[in-house]
T-cell receptor
Framework: AQSVTQLDSQVPVFEEAPVELRCNYSSSVSVYLFWYVQYPNQGLQLLLKYLSGSTLVKGINGFEAEFNKSQTSFHLRKPSVHISDTAEYFCAVSDHDYKLSFGAGTTVTVRA | DVKVTQSSRYLVKRTGEKVFLECVQDMDHENMFWYRQDPGLGLRLIYFSYDVKMKEKGDIPEGYSVSREKKERFSLILESASTNQTSMYLC???????????FGPGTRLTVT
């Protein structure tokens, strides 16, 4: 069974600054990896996914993530955040059984 | 565009009541999921279904049951609601052979 650890529960950041959200997973097999975003009072929306191929994955709204197999990590980055990026971000992993295991979430608060 | 809808955004019920949460998807997805979301715990899988009348327990099925009589509809049932079931409930769906899940807006349930 896989598990996901999001290393930061809260990340405050100033507008136009870069942000990195850290995610580590544990699994004995190859995995699929995802980042979802949840804006206030909404459901989850897919930001990006890694299924295979290039380890650098680009998603919506300027986000990207890098899969590092040796470190079992899938960190999310954005070079310059906007106020509208204030949300909760979830890392998720699947070991190909079509179920997802989620991390506890990271709340990003962007300040002007 | 995939659309997953949930019958209520907010629901208040009394302890001991039977509660039905409804989820409908319009993209002919085979897989459907029910999660609960609690602060600091992320999303935890309650039940999922990969076909009509088929269901499997997730990580936290105790106190819940589900029903899937039609492909597009997946219901979560709290037989006798308790205060520790106060939470945000999220429904999701996916194609049979795809990991990517699409989420509804959530139902915030309060049990008093």
């Amino acid at each position: 069974a896989q598990s996901v650890t999001q290393l930061d529960s809260q990340v405050p950041v100033f507008e136009e600054a870069p942000v990195e959200l850290r995610c580590n997973y544990s699994s004995s097999v190859s995995v699929y990896l995802f980042w979802y975003v949840q804006y206030p009072n909404q459901g989850l929306q897919l930001l990006l996914k890694y299924l295979s191929g290039s380890t650098l994955v680009k998603g919506i709204n300027g986000f990207e993530a890098e899969f590092n197999k040796s470190q079992t990590s899938f960190h999310l980055r954005k070079p310059s955040v906007h106020i509208s990026d204030t949300a909760e971000y979830f890392c998720a992993v699947s070991d190909h059984d079509y179920k997802l295991s989620f991390g506890a979430g990271t709340t990003v608060t962007v300040r002007a | 565009d995939v659309k997953v809808t949930q019958s209520s955004r907010y629901l208040v019920k009394r302890t001991g009541e039977k509660v039905f949460l409804e989820c409908v998807q319009d993209m002919d997805h085979e897989n459907m999921f029910w999660y609960r979301q609690d602060p600091g715990l992320g999303l935890r899988l309650i039940y999922f279904s990969y076909d009509v009348k088929m269901k499997e327990k997730g990580d936290i099925p105790e106190g819940y049951s589900v029903s899937r009589e039609k492909k597009e509809r997946f219901s979560l049932i709290l037989e006798s609601a308790s205060t520790n079931q106060t939470s945000m409930y999220l429904c999701a769906s996916s194609l049979l052979d795809r990991v990517e899940q699409y989420f509804g807006p959530g139902t915030r349930l309060t049990v008093t």
